[in-house]
């Protein structure tokens, strides 16, 4: 077994995150022709944010990846790793506590 499969599934998409916000800096690279790749990348990113975060966050996550690349100068923005970070870090949502009676029914 891999370290990649032995990890859990947030940090395979932090992992995927970190490599999806690198390949969107690689329009940066090479002059004039980023704008081109942008063009192609956009929906591209968009659609792996949408399949990596489900529901709401995955819907308007992929608009923001969408917008955010299209945009000039706005590539340098890491969108799938602020996700990650929503998701994961600030969102974390709070395990349910689910309450015990722990009196005795023989006590009475």
Do not use: C, H
């Not at 995150?17 to 081109?36: H, K, N």
């Amino acid at each position: 077994m891999t370290k990649l499969e032995n990890m859990s599934g947030k940090y395979k998409k932090l992992l995927l995150g970190l490599l999806f916000d690198a390949l969107g800096y690689l329009s940066f690279a090479i002059p004039g022709v980023g704008e081109f790749t942008d063009v192609i990348w956009a929906p591209v990113s968009a659609w792996l944010i949408a399949r990596m975060y489900k529901g709401q966050t995955g819907k308007i996550a992929a608009v923001v990846s969408l917008v955010e690349e299209l945009a000039p100068g706005f590539d340098v923005v890491p969108t799938f790793t602020l996700t990650w970070l929503y998701v994961y870090v600030i969102k974390k949502e709070a395990p349910e506590v689910i309450e015990v009676d722990t009196t005795d029914e023989l006590d009475k």
